[in-house]
């Protein structure tokens, strides 16, 4: 089977914008999002069984993993202020347990923003999606945060 070579320029990345008001403070939005019980929770929207491993400190790498297929996302933490605001900036996927070279869409962010609203939070995700990958966000995402703010509310 003849393969195609990938050349010419990079691959235009869509901005994606998702949303959620949640009836719960910062903090507890925050914890829920990252803690590691809570993570596994509302991101196996999109893998069952998916983890997070890092260390989750401004700098460090961050791993994205779906057990399933023992591939994933490797990615940077870019910025962050605690219960407020996280980047992400992606560099590679992972493919059989080991970081594969650069892709097309490497640099891509994926930006959380905490704001408190009303007694409660508005969480916001800004990401930036490859077209190949733009459906697959527009269907898991949204549940993905109403899964945030059934655990943060509860």
């Known amino acids: 089977m ?12 869509t901005q994606l914008h998702y949303s959620v008001d949640i009836a719960a403070p910062r ?3 925050w914890r829920v999002l990252w803690d590691d019980a809570s993570f596994r929770d509302w991101s196996s929207v ?8 890092s260390d989750w400190k401004e700098g460090s790498t961050v791993q994205f993993i779906d057990p399933g297929s023992n591939s994933g996302m490797s990615a940077v933490i870019e910025r962050q ?3 407020e605001f996280i980047s992400f900036r992606h560099e590679a996927e992972i493919k059989d347990g080991k970081v594969q070279p ?7 962010h994926e930006n959380y923003t905490l704001t408190s609203r009303n007694g409660g ?9 490859a077209d190949e990958h ?7 995402f949204p549940k993905a945060l109403q899964r945030v703010k059934e655990l943060a509310e509860g």
């Open 27 to 29: 903090e507890k939005v």
């Open 102 to 108: 650069p892709a097309d869409w490497s640099g891509a």
């Open 121 to 129: 939070t508005t969480l916001k995700v800004d990401l930036d999606a």
């Open 134 to 140: 733009r459906k697959m966000f527009e269907d898991t």
């Open 46 to 53: 999109f893998a069952e069984g998916s983890y997070a491993v």
């Open 81 to 83: 202020r605690p219960n």
């Open 2 to 13: 003849a393969t195609a070579e990938k050349s010419g320029p990079r691959p235009a990345l």
